[in-house]
């Protein structure tokens, strides 16, 4: 099974995750989405297992220094899709592709269950 972890390496979530990972000593890829960037192919992956609204972090910095027309815009998955790849700082993090599955977010319990 192939593990992506995908996120910034500065985000103290992704941090958290990567840690936890090199501590069981689970091997993984990790995609730093805002120096490698985002394709299209690979957020419609996301999305096929994750709702967008789980996806988009508006709780974040870069959620909240959008204007109000342009976060009113993020109506559907297509106008999601269309903003994390303009704006891949708005995706929570991090994001594991595990095998087959995405996950969203990092709390030991998850990844526990995820690699148990």
């Known amino acids: 099974m192939s593990n992506i972890l995908y996120g910034i ?5 992704v941090k958290k ?10 091997a993984y890829t990790f995609h730093d989405f805002r120096k490698a960037g985002l394709d299209a192919a690979t957020v419609r992956g996301w999305l096929r297992d994750v709702d967008w609204e789980v996806l988009v972090n508006r709780k974040g910095t870069t959620w909240r220094g959008l204007d109000e027309a342009r976060k009113a815009a993020i109506a559907d998955a297509e106008s999601a899709l269309a903003l994390m790849l303009e704006t891949p700082s708005v995706i929570k993090r ?3 592709r595990a095998g087959d599955a995405t996950h969203v977010g990092f709390s030991d319990a998850l990844y526990q269950q ?3």
């Open 9 to 13: 390496p500065n985000c103290d979530t």
């Open 17 to 26: 995750a990567r840690t936890w990972l090199d501590q069981q000593g689970i």
């Open 94 to 96: 991090p994001v594991l």
């Open 114 to 116: 995820i690699f148990r």
